[in-house]
């Protein structure tokens, strides 16, 4: 059980990016990588931000410590915000068009 609490604020950035990254690139109007592709981007993003929040120090802004879920619910924001941000990336990137 312990090595799941290791792992699980990465998990919950993993899945906040996974989810919101295709939703992003898809409302910009852009194809960007597909949807398998804008998944594992956002999964990317997702723990690589939640990663950077806990690197500078930010791992505990709603009150973690005190509260176990709402350590979960930034988890999740930490990579929502990763995946967005990528989504917004893949999201101006235009599906591949044929050559004229």
Same mark, same amino acid.
């Given at each position: $059980? +312990?090595?799941?609490?290791? #792992? =699980?604020? !990465?998990? =919950?950035?993993? /899945?906040?990016? /996974?989810?919101?990254?295709?939703? *992003?690139?898809?409302?910009? &109007?852009?194809?960007?990588?597909? @949807? ?6 956002? =999964? *990317?993003?997702?723990?690589? @931000?939640? /990663? ?10 709603? &009150? &973690? +410590?005190?509260?176990?879920? $709402?350590? !979960?619910?930034?988890?999740? =924001?930490?990579?929502?915000? &990763?995946?967005? *941000?990528?989504?917004? *990336?893949?999201? #101006? $990137? ?7």
């Amino acid at each position: $059980m +312990d090595q799941l609490q290791q #792992f =699980l604020p !990465y998990i =919950l950035n993993g /899945a906040g990016g /996974a989810v919101l990254a295709p939703l *992003v690139a898809s409302l910009l &109007g852009g194809k960007g990588l597909g @949807v398998i592709g804008n998944v594992i981007a956002g =999964l *990317v993003g997702g723990v690589g @931000v939640g /990663a950077g929040a806990q690197a500078a120090g930010l791992g505990n802004l709603l &009150g &973690g +410590d005190t509260n176990a879920i $709402m350590g !979960y619910v930034q988890d999740l =924001l930490e990579g929502g915000v &990763g995946g967005g *941000v990528l989504g917004a *990336v893949l999201g #101006f $990137m235009k599906g591949k068009t044929p050559a004229s």
